[in-house]
């Protein structure tokens, strides 16, 4: 279960990643991380998730898989699908 430094780190996840946060907070949060091994994990895939994603670019899903993934989230209920 996290605890506080971890949901505060995860709420700055983001900005922390693209290297929006102060110095200081940065370096907290690098602290933190040099002790906890699940928050590494986060970063570590959100990082290679980002860099996957710009190196990549965004790809179009197919409306069937669209139809699908929003029927399995029961998204297609609130009619958000295209």
Same mark, same amino acid.
């Given at each position: 279960?996290?605890?506080?430094? !971890?949901?505060?780190?995860?709420?700055?996840?983001?900005?922390?990643?693209?290297?929006?946060?102060?110095?200081?907070? !940065?370096?907290?949060?690098? +602290? /933190?991380?040099?002790?906890?091994?699940?928050? +590494?994990?986060?970063?570590?895939?959100?990082?290679?998730?980002? #860099?996957?994603? %710009?190196?990549?670019? #965004?790809?179009?899903?197919?409306?069937?898989?669209?139809? #699908?993934?929003?029927?399995?989230? #029961?998204?297609? +209920?609130?009619? %958000? /699908?295209?």
């Amino acid at each position: 279960m996290a605890n506080k430094t !971890c949901r505060n780190l995860l709420s700055q996840l983001s900005d922390y990643i693209d290297g929006e946060l102060e110095e200081m907070l !940065c370096a907290e949060i690098e +602290q /933190h991380m040099a002790g906890c091994p699940d928050c +590494q994990a986060v970063v570590n895939t959100l990082e290679k998730t980002v #860099r996957l994603y %710009r190196t990549v670019g #965004r790809a179009e899903v197919p409306q069937d898989v669209q139809r #699908r993934l929003y029927k399995v989230l #029961r998204l297609d +209920q609130i009619g %958000r /699908h295209t």
